[in-house]
Every structure is written in C-alpha cells, then in structure tokens.
C-alpha cells in the first residue's frame, strides 16, 4: 500500500510508524506489527499504533527513525506486512521451557541489540528466561554471543587479572585498595566498575570524585599495560552493550534471571580481555545473596561458565551482615578508602577484605601466601604509590589527599535512646536512609557510622551521622531513618522467652 | 523535586512523563518506575524516559495525560518516587509459579484496566501465565474479575442463551442462522461476535455487509426481549473490557494462554448476561484445536469454569478439516448464509452445523430432537422470517435478498492441472489467499470454491475462484494462491510406498 511520509516530533522509547486504523485494515497489520517500508534502504520497523493522530494515507515517522532510514517529508513509499525476526521463535521455544542453540541465541543478541525486538518480546523473553532458565552450556553461548556483540579489548600480553563484586552490601570500597595492591605486585588488572543502580553509591559513584573514571578502550589497554591497573567505569566502553538494553526491562520487572546475571557479568569481562577473575560474592541478610549455601551455588556456576569460556575463575565469599567500613556515600567512601591506602590505622574490615580478595588474585597468579603478601604491598606504602599513579594517569590531582573529599555541610548525629550492643546494621535500610540524603548523586550525602555491629552502646552515644548538600534532603534522610532505623540497639538479654511468650 | 510541567504533543502508547537524567538521578527513578507528581490530583504516573528532549528541572507531560490529571502548561509540581502497584507483586508470584487469591486477580484486573500496569508488565504477566497456568478455581475468579470491571447486562427474564464459536476454521457462517433457528423457537440468544483478528472474515465482518452491527447494550436488550435475538458486535459495548487491552500485548507475542483464553470467553458472556451457552469447537488441522482429544480438554475447561461462575455449559466438537461450505469473505458469506435462510438448496455442510449446533441449544431448552426441530423450524421459512426481524431492527433493508451480496469486480479462476480427488482443502492457505485478496475490509474479496474436499475433478475443472475489489490485489492474491495453493488434487493412488521410498 502506497502511503505518504509525514514526519514528526514524537520520540517513543521503541521506534516505531504509526498508520491510520484503515490503513492497518488494508496491510492487514496490527499494533505490534512489523512493517517493510520501501525507500533508500529496505527497512523494517514496527507499527506502533494507529489511529486518529495520523491521517488517512500517511505513515508517520518519528524523526529519528526518519533519519536512521532516510526517509523525507511528503516521500511516497510503500509499505507491506513484513514477518516478525526469527529469534521470536526462539522466545517462545524458551517459553515452551526448550533449549537454544548457538545460532538461535546469537541472532537474539543481535535482535535485541539492534532494536528489532520490542520491550513487550523482550519482556517475555526475561520472563521466560526467569521460569524456565538456561542449562550451563547455553549459557556459555550466551555469554560470548554478548561479548562478541560488543568491542573486545585484546592485550598485548598476558595474563590478564578482573576482580568483580557482586555487590548488594553499602560501604563496599575496596576495589580501588585491591587494584592498587595487584597492580603493585606487576599483575595487569584493567577493573571496570559499575555506577549505582539500585545502590546508594557504586565503585565509580565514589571514584569519580577524585579522577576520571571515564576513559575509553584504547585508554584503559594504555594505562593497564603501562600501570597495571585501571579503576574506570564500564559504560564509558561498548562492552556487551546487550546488557544495558536488557536492563531497562529487567529493572521495571524487578528480576535478573540466572542466566542473564551470569552472562551479564562474564561477557563483560570477556570483552575487557580478562584471563583470569577473582569474583567478590557479599553474603548476608538483606543482600543480594543470603546464605552461604546461595554463595556457593553462585560461586558453582561462575567457575563452570569460565571452564567453558576459556576463563580462569575463583571466588571469595565474603561477610556481609552488616555495610563494609565506616562510610557509606561518595565522599565519604572515597576518604576512607584513600585514607587506609595512605596508612592511617584505621579498626576497618576494609582492610582484611582488600587485602584477602588480592591476596587470591596474587595466588593464582603464583605469588604464594597471598593475603600476606597484599598486606605487605599495602603497609608499605607501595600499593598507596600504585594508586596514585592511576589516579593522575585518570586525571586525577598528583596531590590528592584524602582529607580533600570531605562530607556535605548539613548533617545529624543519631544518638543511641538506651545502652546495650549494635545488634544489627540493616543493609537495606541503610541504602534507603543514604539515598533520601541524596546519594550518590549528591557527593556530599551519606552515613558515617560511629559504631558496629556487636560494638557497646550507652544511651546519648551518637550511632552514626548522616551528610547531605542541602538542608532539604537530611531532613528527608533523618525521617527515612525514623522510619527504616538502619541501626539495632538491645541488652544482653535480647529477647525473654517466657512459658506465656513461648506458647 | 520540584519541576515545571512542559505540555507536549507526544503520545505514546503508555501514558508516561518525560524527566531529564539529571533530575531523574535526584528523584531517585530510573526508565520504568512510577512517580507521584502534586497537583490537583494525587496521581501516579509512569516515567516514560528521560533524555536530552526534556530540559533539566521540567517535567514533560503529554496533552491527554495533562488533561487526565489537570496539569496545566508552567505549573510547578513536586515529583517524587512512587512504588509499583501491588499487582506487579502478584506477576512475580505467578513467574514463581505460586497461584493468586481472588483479591490479587480482582486488582490485577484492575490495574491493567486503568492503565497502571506498562506493557513490560503486562508482557511479563502473560508469559508467566502462558508458562505457569492457573487452577480452575483462579480461572473462575479471573473470569468474574474480567466481567465485572466491565458494563454487565441484566435481562429482565430469564434463560438467556449463547453461543460461541472457539474460531480458526474459514467460512463460518452459521451463527446467523444458529440464531435465527433458536430465536423462531421463542429463547432468548443475545449474540455477539467479534471481527477478524487473523482470520479472513469474522461473523461481525460479514453480517455488516447487510445491518448495522454495533448495537449498544440497551439496545441490544431490547431486541432481544422483543424479537428474541441479535447479530452485534461485541466490541460496541464495555463487555470485558480489560481484555481488548490484554490482546494488545497477546496478539504480538503470538501466544493466547489457556487461563487468558478461558476467561475472555466466558467473562463475556457472563457479562452479556448469558445463563446458558453452547461452544463449537472447530477441530482439524490448521486451525485452533487440532485433535478429538484436545477439544475435549476445551470442553472440559469450559463445563468446569461454567460450573463455578453458575453457567450451564455445553460443547459441540465441530468437523473443520476443510472450509465451511463455499464461501470466503464477506459479500460471499453474507450471500451463502442468507441464501440457505431463503430456503435455497445447498449442496452445504453450513445447514448441517447450524441445525446441530442450534440442535444442542433446543434440547439444552427442553425441546426434544433438537436437530430435527432447528432444521423443521429453517425448512419452513421460520428462521428466515425471524431472521429479517433481527436484521431490520438492526437497520437492514426489509426487501433483502442474498443477491444484494455480489463478490468483488475482478476476478480469476483457479483450475486443477490433471484430475483426480480433492485431496485437501488447507485452511490456512485459504486464509492467507483470502486476506491477500484485501477480506475482510475489501466486502468484496474472497474465494468461492467449486469442489470440496473428496469431490472427482477433471483437468481444466475451475476449483475455485478468487474475488476482489481492485486488480493489484487481485494479483497478489493469484500470487499467494500459486506460493500457498490452497487445494491439494491427487488420484486415488496418493503415494507408492516402495521398498525404495520407505527404506
């Protein structure tokens, strides 16, 4: 059917045509649909919607969309039912709880990647993967269809060292201390870290505060082979770009399949060129992951998946009942992870954690006792050398002091209302009570605790302290602390379980 | 957050504001998540994106979701986070594959109605159920959800029949005559029907080339109070509304699951005020229902789920290895149908469905012999008589004749290459012939055949002809019948089975 181009101004998330509901009638299209318009380039778009926005006999295309085809104003093109991609049969093979080949799961990559599927397939898509799951192998297909869809980093030399967290646990700034170490024992480690999704601050919320984390491929593969190490963040790169689009469908359902999470994580570190990766698994209450039995089940899968990609993984389940550190937020994490890397003595699990995490890297690279020898590279001075190098290699001040990334001007001391023991810090409500005080968006906001789990409390003593930029967001941060108190008071006796209680 | 409304001329097809990053950061929300924006109503919105479109500190609103929530142009709102509704809580239950009480079916229903839930959500909702299923008794309360959040129709008197074709198979024109037949007999058949979805002509597609077929509810009460019955078409009326926009996201997944399908059925005619119903379920291959055994797990389902929503229920399994007697498309349809009402001798099967399915309603009424009472009450002129009641209080010409009913100008005869039997007759090929001929918006376009399927044909028989209302698609149909040749003419060796063939 002969239709004429009207372009507008509407930018929809999913770049679509819209037809009059006549028009659809004649094609024998419906919303939904795709079609093949003629013109410069055989494309093919989907059909938005149709109706009295759009007259009779034009197609209206957005101006984007426009562009992307070459598509002009008054043109006359014609425009005909086209098939849905191929990879939608493999959508509802997966939905039939079937298998995918290699073949299928590369061209469903593609089609996500370029735009052929729409939110509503790629919806199912994530909800079937979630139901009916991958077997390891498909996984493992998975995985390099993802990376290979992107750029891939090849070094020079090898091997080549990736240390990942995965996450869920507030304050967690070790990365920038464990790079240090493993980049200051001559290991290559090229560490591209996340911003904050859900979280209140992620690695790059806080190391952005002190130097660029914004370097793209040909800059990190430079500074790792020159320094040993990066901290950047991976957006700033096209590494298994799938993942990011995938997200924006995850994040509304709430869900991160297995087999997305798994591919998700591995094909990035395959396109950073990563040999070998040490993965950081935070376990605890209010976590992403619970029980130690779950750590394991992750860790399982994590090493089979390398086993069949080509990569050499370990991992470290690690304490997270309560947030890692002192400080939660940019400022505030940043200080204290440069402070500990300048050698303040500070009482912080930071350290052991850093220092236990490198040590496995610095293992498997063949450095024996390793946890000792990472703490030996951190007391001497020489990692807080490595890292200052990265830093000005980002960008960052040759001068750069810990005591610059300072708090935000307003903020509230939380007192303990009775004496006792920290019997919890609750993860989650921490986040809730950092992200009302404006992180990590806000540089400034966060919590510093003044106690600890299992520390003892007297009533008056101050808990801990929120910052924020602006009088506004610590008003809204103490009320979210009123409501989700982060922190757990009690006396010995925590609980009397009497006959009548019991019963 | 405070930010300005910006009113803009996009629509989407999710009711979404535009935030830019920046401020989206602040807020705390991310592509997906809900907002609560201040004014004159308390209302929640979805946050459509947020880009370079929107300027930092507004908020981009599109002209009928201002008009909606009475923003006006320049107004300052405060924006905040707002939680998803309770019923996305409930999809992941089901994606858990845990059942879901009557009040989370009820809001569920709801929140797709009000358009609170996005089509990610909805996406994610069918597939679960498409994987995960429902019991019967979710089923039940589904279907009561689905009619109840609709318009319900109360008859005045009771029974009040219905009947209900499960579709798929082409050229099914009985249900004018089904309701003519059991009308003459003094019940009740308040009858609605759909349009094609993927089909090549509906029952609403052919019975509009003669009445009027959207009737609005009180209308369609009285008629059937008056005359007995009704041809309309359901989509006039708030019947079970919330299913059309479930459709919407069905129709391009490709998927109808059971607990969706079942509910939709019945919900409509629950809500048409149905206390008993007969269901064809046309069986053969190409269409919906392929096997004896599979309609008889459809018809269970249905006498189940009428037995918890209080509807008598009963079921004909329906031959439909081949067409419905001879015509395809509406003109053609329309002509048969009537045709046979005027009393004229057909060769037809449609005269034998229709009395046995109007048969099954007779006796399920008390009227003993059923198919020999609707086929006495057709032979006599009764059927036709209450027919041309219906169709002039549906605004038909009372001097109709199915002569008025003439195929399109431009035609072409298919005819058989050597001669044999009519060994198949593919209903999807006939479809896809019948829909490339422009049926069902072009009333003209269609197929009439000459042979059906066993019938003797010599070479150079016509074996039928295609219709259509202009010369392009004329050939275009020609065409597809050459790709998908509809009929299959072998001898009455169809194939030699050899010791060479079958090894």
Chains 1, 2 share one sequence.
Request: contains cysteine; glycine residues 8%.
């Amino acid at each position: 059917m002969k239709l004429t181009v009207r372009i507008h101004d509407v930018d929809i998330s999913e770049p679509g045509v819209l037809i009059h509901d006549d028009d659809c009638a004649q094609i024998g299209v419906q919303e939904g649909d795709r079609v093949k318009v003629s013109g410069s380039t055989q494309a093919v778009l989907l059909v938005g919607r149709s109706d009295t926005l759009i007259d009779l006999g034009h197609i209206g295309v957005p101006g984007k969309v426009a562009q992307k085809y070459n598509f002009k104003d008054g043109d006359e093109v014609s425009v005909v039912f086209a098939s849905k991609p191929d990879s939608v049969r493999s959508i509802r093979k997966k939905m039939d709880g079937e298998r995918l080949d290699k073949e299928e799961i590369r061209a469903l990559v593609e089609d996500i990647l370029e735009n052929r599927l729409t939110k509503i397939e790629i919806s199912a898509w994530l909800t079937a993967l979630y139901i009916n799951g991958m077997d390891i192998d498909e996984i493992a297909d998975f995985t390099v269809a993802m990376a290979e869809t992107g750029d891939v980093i090849k070094f020079d030399r090898g091997p080549v060292f990736d240390f990942h967290s995965l996450g869920g646990v507030p304050g967690n700034k070790v990365t920038p201390i464990v790079v240090s170490i493993v980049a200051a024992a001559g290991i290559m480690i090229p560490k591209t870290s996340s911003r904050a999704i859900s979280s209140a601050c992620g690695t790059s919320d806080f190391v952005e505060t002190f130097c660029d984390v914004e370097i793209d491929a040909d800059r990190l593969k430079e500074i790792t082979q020159d320094i040993g190490g990066v901290f950047s963040w991976g957006g700033s790169m096209n590494l298994a770009p799938v993942d990011d689009l995938v997200i924006k469908v995850e994040h509304p359902l709430g869900i991160n399949p297995r087999a997305q999470m798994l591919a998700s994580i591995m094909s990035k570190k395959l396109a950073i060129g990563a040999t070998h990766l040490v993965v950081d698994i935070p376990t605890g209450a209010g976590t992403k992951v619970q029980t130690i039995e779950e750590a394991k089940r992750y860790a399982k899968d994590l090493m089979d998946l390398g086993e069949r990609i080509g990569m050499h993984v370990e991992c470290a389940i690690t304490y997270a009942d309560q947030p890692v550190g002192y400080a939660v937020g940019p400022n505030l994490e940043a200080r204290e992870c440069i402070s500990i890397l300048e050698g303040n003595k500070h009482p912080s699990a930071v350290v052991e954690k850093a220092c236990d995490c490198a040590g496995i890297i610095l293992e498997v690279a063949g450095i024996p006792n390793g946890a000792a020898k990472a703490r030996e590279i951190l007391d001497s001075g020489e990692a807080y050398r490595k890292f200052m190098e990265i830093v000005v290699a980002q960008g960052g001040r040759p001068d750069l002091r810990s005591e610059d990334l300072q708090p935000g001007k307003y903020s509230y001391d939380v007192v303990s209302p009775k004496s006792g023991y920290v019997h919890a810090i609750r993860n989650k409500d921490v986040v809730s009570v950092a992200k009302a005080a404006g992180a990590p968006a806000d540089k400034g906001a966060g919590i510093l605790f003044s106690k600890k789990k299992g520390q003892r409390v007297e009533a008056g003593d101050v808990l801990f302290t929120i910052y924020a930029d602006n009088e506004a967001k610590l008003k809204r941060a103490r009320d979210a602390a009123v409501r989700y108190p982060p922190m757990e008071i009690e006396g010995m006796l925590i609980k009397r379980v009497s006959p009548l209680t019991a019963r």
